[in-house]
């Protein structure tokens, strides 16, 4: 009788040290869940955007390939934050999804300014993937539905001594009047840029470009890059 009732207080003193341990650790397991739910709703998109682009292969992509992408961007109402969604079709964002073939396999994502360029090519304003940095701190990557997705903010502007010239990011709303010009680009790298879309604007786009060029900013100076 001794030895059950010795069995059934161990066993409460166990469940009871469990219950403790599970409560200490409890608010921030829901901390890091709220963190990662509240991510999440940023970056849920509406079912209209404001820009768009469709890639084209360059004259840099292989022979025989069926690569692809799609773009979709959706600017706040002030100006001051610039959603995407890319996907990629018929690539290897990681180079886990066709570890056997390296040919496939994406080296960069960016987006350009044909404005602060020759008018067709321009600099970085946002490193996205991979080389030669990944500016966005809000970016999220679905391998394999070949999906990235984040926010684009004046927050993600590379810093002069980070060591990365010529392909700095910039702020966006220095540069908002080239977005809403339908002069940013996507550019997918494979080695070299193998595939280049530019942002237009939809209707919808727009609209919210006049609103902006109301309220003065969607100013003519733009932020030049450095060159050392």
Known sequence: ??????????????????????????????????????????LKFKKKA????????TDNAPANVDWDCKASFWLDKNGENLKYKIQIDNMDLTGFQTPADTTDDVSALHLHDASLGDGTTGPHVLNVWKAPIEDDDQMRVIPALGIIKGIYD???VTPHDAGVHHGESLPLTDNLGDLCNGKFYVMVHNGPGVLKGFAEPTS???KLCKKLDKKGLLDDGVSEPHHD
């Open 154 to 156: 004046d927050s993600d």
């Open 1 to 42: 009788m001794q030895t059950k009732t010795n069995l059934l207080v161990f066993s409460l003193a166990a469940i009871l040290s469990l219950s403790v341990v599970a409560m200490g650790e409890l608010p921030q397991a829901v901390a890091e869940k709220d963190h990662d739910d509240d991510h999440e709703k940023k």
């Open 50 to 57: 404001d820009f768009t682009a469709d890639c084209m292969q």
């Open 204 to 206: 919808q786009g727009e």
